[in-house]
């Protein structure tokens, strides 16, 4: 598979479009350098809109994405599409549909955690935001939701996983700054990730 980054973030951009044709939206890229949004689509159907931006792995073994600080949404309808590129042509590539607050937020409990986390060999924990990975394991009930574009991303369940609920409200990990969850905190309910 692709090993230039640039070719490998193409791939998983033109493959975001072919998912989202298949889903009844007319899907376009961006030009570059259009901040937050690689794809832009809307649905035949609803004219609903959605802004879209892709990050792709080309590590098929264990999969993760270099997130940094995750910007949070600024409208309804924005999300993350994380593609995790097969071993060849013949593997379909993985794709996680997220909204981009839920990004915010698993990006930043999963670096925060790791930063606190005794397993952690010392002086190993100075990577800052900036930097900050997610890897499959936080994103795996995101797995092939292009259902959930339909909804605005407020609405839709949490999916991230339980721990991470955990580690914000009794650990002290916290959120992004101005994350909407200080203030609308998703109901225990509307976590929806398997245990």
Request: net charge negative; with cysteine; charged share 30%.
């Amino acid at each position: 598979m692709a090993k230039d980054s640039k070719l490998t973030k193409s791939v998983g951009e033109h493959f975001v479009c072919s998912a989202l044709s298949q889903e009844d939206w007319a899907a376009s890229l961006t030009r570059d350098g259009l901040e937050r949004t690689d794809v832009l689509a809307v649905h035949v159907e609803t004219r609903e809109m959605v802004e879209v931006q892709v990050k792709t792995s080309a590590t098929h073994a264990k999969p993760s994405w270099r997130l940094g600080e995750v910007s949070l949404a600024r409208g309804e309808r924005e999300w993350y599409v994380m593609v995790a590129l097969g071993e060849s042509v013949e593997k379909r590539p993985r794709c996680f549909v997220v909204p981009r607050d839920h990004v915010a937020a698993g990006a930043w409990i999963n670096h925060n955690a790791w930063l606190t986390s005794p397993d952690v060999p010392v002086g190993k924990r100075n990577t800052p935001m900036s930097g900050a990975r997610a890897g499959i394991d936080v994103w795996k009930d995101y797995e092939e939701r292009w259902d959930l574009l339909r909804e605005r991303g407020d609405e839709v369940p949490v999916f991230l996983p339980q721990w991470m609920r955990e580690a914000w409200l009794r650990d002290g990990i916290g959120l992004p700054p101005d994350h909407p969850w200080w203030t609308a905190m998703p109901a225990e309910e509307m976590w929806k990730a398997e245990q």
